[in-house]
């Protein structure tokens, strides 16, 4: 499984921006994709998640209300809309995936993981 995300870019704050994480390969039925992001200095922290047997998402309570993870079927492809995002959502933002199960924060359930891309909102 190859994962390939894009979007990244400079944004500011107030103003809208969408990252596209596109899986290739083999998936099963019952696999879930999630973003998590990784400021200089700091952990990396999960950002959300959905399964896509049935759609269901779960989101990091710091992005809640703003940002949307939803999914193209036919393409395999997952997208994070990010609605007015603020300074401290600048990050590295990486797609990853989990090959059978449903989603989750755990970022060890995940094996496969896309290249990050640069997410910079300015003030």
């Known amino acids: 499984v190859q994962l390939q995300a894009s979007g990244g870019g400079l944004v500011q704050v107030g103003g809208s921006l969408r990252l596209s994480c596109a899986a290739s390969g083999r998936t099963s039925s019952s696999f879930a994709m999630a973003w998590f992001r990784q400021a200089p200095g700091k952990e990396r922290e999960f950002v959300a998640a959905?399964?896509?047997?049935?759609?269901?998402?779960y989101y990091a309570n710091s992005v809640k209300g703003r940002f949307i993870i939803s999914r193209d079927n036919a393409k395999n492809t997952v997208y994070l809309q990010m609605n007015s995002p603020k300074p401290e959502d600048t990050a590295l933002y990486y797609c990853?995936?989990?090959?059978?199960?449903?989603?989750?924060?755990?970022?060890?359930?995940?094996?496969?993981w896309g290249q990050g891309t640069q997410v910079t909102v300015s003030s």
């Open positions: 959905l399964s896509w047997r049935g759609g269901s998402t």
């Open positions: 990853a995936l989990r090959i059978t199960g449903w989603a989750t924060d755990e970022a060890s359930r995940y094996g496969y």
